[in-house]
């Protein structure tokens, strides 16, 4: 560090973790390998006390870097873990990261800056999907996670954009800590959707939430057919079933997937009752179809591989129709059910990215 330069403040990174013993090591060697100064750096890995050798791993990269530490997280619920981090953190700025996540080695620097250069609460960066496994398979759904016709216009992960600009949300916010002092901690009422309510009460607060595409974090996507179909309805399912709280915690384009199903369902059923019905509920289909056909075809297209044209047909069709379905019947279950708890998804595995 230039001795001209102002001291940089002190960084606290915080890190929900549950179970995360394939990744957690190369989460930590990413962040130990960052260009920000270490002295003015902490991390707290806050572990939902995990029995498959996660917490090992860390104590043992602990031994050799004490900035390091390990927290206990018993509630086993991700803002759970950021509430603990956050009252445990002694830093002047908090950066949110994820056990399953890369990151690139100035990614700390560039959230530092940006929150330092901007009027933001909350700064983020690029989410690139990459796979888990080196699989055809693997590559479509990291594909698929990072396409606007999969994923919608969530800007992080499509990654269409050159310049900072201010929008809904970001992955693995950076934020000066006086902001929970304004609008609260994380909500541990909602713990798969914890970011959105965050960024709905920031909004509220007349906040504004900033992507720098310049920030570049790699998510690893599971890339098993059932991981990937399992994790997508329980993302669907937490997207509406959290309206028992009487919260919003999602955004317009979460919804387009729960609509396109619901419609297809509901004439469907109209079809058994008449035959009328039959030339809407195939004008609907076709077109998702042939968006569908032409999203996959550019995908093979930009690849060069003709392979991935019909992987891709059926990876963006699971990842619509899982998705719809699993929020048609979360809304089902916010609407009769009388524990937010009882059986859901959340309850069993919160911590997944």
Not at 94 to 103: C, F, L
Not at 123 to 141: M, N
Not at 267 to 277: C, E, I, Q, Y
Not at 333 to 345: G, K, V
Request: aromatic share 8%; hydrophobic share 45%; proline share 5%.
């Amino acid at each position: 560090m230039n001795p001209m330069e102002p001291t940089r403040p002190l960084v606290s990174i915080v890190i929900p973790c549950l179970r995360e013993r394939k990744h957690i090591g190369a989460a930590l060697e990413s962040i130990l390998l960052q260009d920000y100064p270490r002295e003015r750096l902490e991390v707290l890995v806050v572990d939902g006390m995990s029995e498959d050798g996660t917490r090992e791993i860390v104590q043992d990269i602990s031994l050799h870097h004490p900035h390091i530490r390990l927290l206990d997280n018993p509630k086993r619920v991700t803002p759970a873990a950021l509430n603990v981090g956050i009252q445990g953190a002694r830093g002047e700025v908090i950066v949110r990261m994820d056990a399953h996540t890369t990151y690139e080695t100035d990614y700390v620097t560039r959230c530092v800056r940006a929150l330092s250069e901007s009027n933001a609460d909350v700064v983020g960066g690029i989410w690139k999907v990459v796979p888990e496994e080196d699989s055809l398979l693997g590559r479509a759904i990291a594909l698929a996670l990072s396409d606007s016709f999969g994923v919608g216009n969530a800007h992080y992960r499509t990654g269409h954009t050159t310049e900072p600009r201010q929008v809904d949300a970001v992955p693995f916010g950076s934020y000066r800590r006086h902001l929970f002092e304004r609008v609260g901690l994380f909500d541990e009422s909602v713990p798969r959707s914890e970011d959105a309510d965050l960024y709905r009460r920031v909004r509220a607060a007349g906040g504004k939430i900033l992507l720098v595409p310049t920030i570049v974090a790699y998510y690893r996507a599971r890339s098993s057919l059932l991981a990937f179909l399992r994790h997508t309805l329980q993302n669907g399912f937490l997207v509406t079933y959290y309206l028992k709280t009487r919260r919003v915690t999602f955004f317009g384009r979460h919804l387009v997937p729960l609509a396109f199903v619901s419609t297809v369902v509901a004439l469907a059923a109209l079809a058994l009752v008449h035959s009328a019905f039959l030339w809407p509920l195939a004008a609907v289909l076709a077109s998702h179809s042939l968006a569908n056909l032409l999203a996959s075809f550019r995908v093979a297209a930009a690849q060069k591989n003709a392979r991935y044209m019909a992987i891709m047909l059926a990876v963006f069709a699971a990842l619509h129709w899982c998705y719809g379905l699993g929020a048609a019947w979360g809304l089902v279950r916010a609407l009769t059910s009388t524990s937010l708890w009882r059986r859901s998804p959340a309850g069993r595995r919160a911590h997944g990215g």
